[in-house]
């Protein structure tokens, strides 16, 4: 018996993190959380599809000969279907979120990344056929990725996939604007949160719905004719424009003290808002509302 095609599969990054804190917060640290884009679309896309889909959420997990038992057995409880594969040569992937005392965070690796490439996908049982790609990268290697996939597939005779594209934060400057504009035409769904977006354009942020109305219409007339915007505004909810419809969807949490850590909350989004946008057939309402929920 065949295996189903992945509905979503993530080339987002795995890593295990540690969070330090200050002595003076009184609070102890933390180590041998599950992290990465990764792991976080994994999530969004499981809470999106439910139990009986949720094998078909896929994504490469590295484990490195220092892989912790109890997060492998943490990240099955999911019941999700992502590819465990084995790496004895090197340790796995970890970083540590590293916080002063005013509360600014800074991130550090502490063993060598080891990220998901186009090839890894290829070579990775039946992956490439995935229905949906998220990438969370740099605007050229997200260009290559999707070439190849179109190259793999060729001759296959199915649908092509569907790209979510959520651009790394230090791409997000003015310089890099013509570049994503020549990108855009072949991602389907391109998802900047506010900031990124604002910063592609060297704007300030805005924070009326219609100035980011105005900001999300600087992308989305570069997006295929089926493509769209959708912008992740934190507290505000997320705002989607498309060449029919536009409309702002407001957070999922009304109380945003109710919020104990908002890390993976862009990556959870674009995981979660893809498999609903597959599986409602490219409903945009439906998806962005499953994307705010996860």
Not at 109 to 138: M, W
Request: hydrophobic residues 35%; negative net charge.
């Amino acid at each position: 018996m065949s295996t189903p095609d992945p509905i979503l599969t993530t080339l987002g990054l795995f890593i295990i993190d540690d969070n330090i804190y200050p002595e003076s917060w009184q609070r102890e640290s933390e180590h041998d959380i599950i992290g990465g884009g990764a792991s976080y679309a994994i999530v969004g896309g499981r809470i999106a599809c439910g139990p009986e889909l949720g094998h078909r959420i896929s994504g490469i997990i590295d484990k490195g000969t220092d892989f912790p038992p109890q997060v492998e057995s943490e990240i099955k409880s999911w019941g999700a279907g992502p590819v465990f594969r084995e790496n004895p040569d090197r340790l796995t992937t970890r970083g540590a979120n590293v916080y002063q005392e005013n509360g600014i965070r800074s991130f550090v690796y502490r063993s060598p990344k080891k990220r998901i490439e186009d090839f890894d996908i290829v070579q990775t049982g039946n992956l490439v056929r995935s229905k949906t790609f998220h990438t969370c990268c740099a605007i050229d290697r997200c260009g290559t990725i999707i070439d190849r996939f179109i190259d793999e597939l060729k001759g296959s005779g199915g649908s092509p996939p569907l790209h979510i594209f959520e651009p790394f934060p230090d791409v997000c400057v003015p310089e890099n604007y013509e570049d994503l504009t020549k990108l855009l035409p072949k991602v389907h769904v391109f998802s900047p949160n506010l900031e990124e977006a604002a910063g592609f354009l060297g704007e300030a942020v805005p924070s009326t719905e219609e100035g980011i109305a105005k900001l999300a219409e600087q992308f989305v007339k570069y997006s295929p004719n089926d493509g769209g915007v959708v912008i992740r505004c934190g507290a505000l909810g997320c705002y989607i424009k498309t060449h029919n419809e536009a409309f702002m969807l407001k957070a999922y949490h009304d109380d945003q003290a109710k919020v104990k850590d908002v890390t993976g909350g862009g990556n959870t989004f674009c995981g979660a808002f893809m498999t609903a946008f597959y599986l409602s057939n490219q409903n945009w309402l439906i998806a962005g509302i499953l994307g705010n929920r996860a």
